[in-house]
């Protein structure tokens, strides 16, 4: 399972299997433990691990479900549009990058 950071980010290494980033319900679940080879991690909850897109690059997958935060939003007219307020992970921005997206909001979000 892949999907965005949805939340300011918690932890400097995410080996602490008691910080969750993930919240549905009563699901909780924590960030990938590590960036290298996370698909093949050997953590005991590996399976239950939100991955980064970032962490499997490179990787071929048959399958991947995908969460969708409240980063990405449909407007009135059913558009998906980035919110920047709700995006929270420093290494997908830069000034110029957030910029745009504040002066765009409403723009269909193409990816």
Known sequence: ????LVEPWKQADGKDPLITHWHEGNIKR???STQENW??????DAEE???SVFAVQGNDLNKVGVLVGND???DAQGRLFGNPENFH???GSSPKTMKALKM???LP???
């Open 39 to 44: 698909i093949n991690s050997e953590d005991a």
């Open 49 to 51: 691990q939100i991955g």
């Open 89 to 91: 992970n420093v290494n």
């Open 1 to 4: 399972m892949l999907g965005g």
């Open 30 to 32: 924590r960030w990938n």
């Open 109 to 111: 979000y193409l990816c």
């Open 72 to 74: 990405l939003q449909v």
């Open 104 to 106: 765009h909001k409403s």
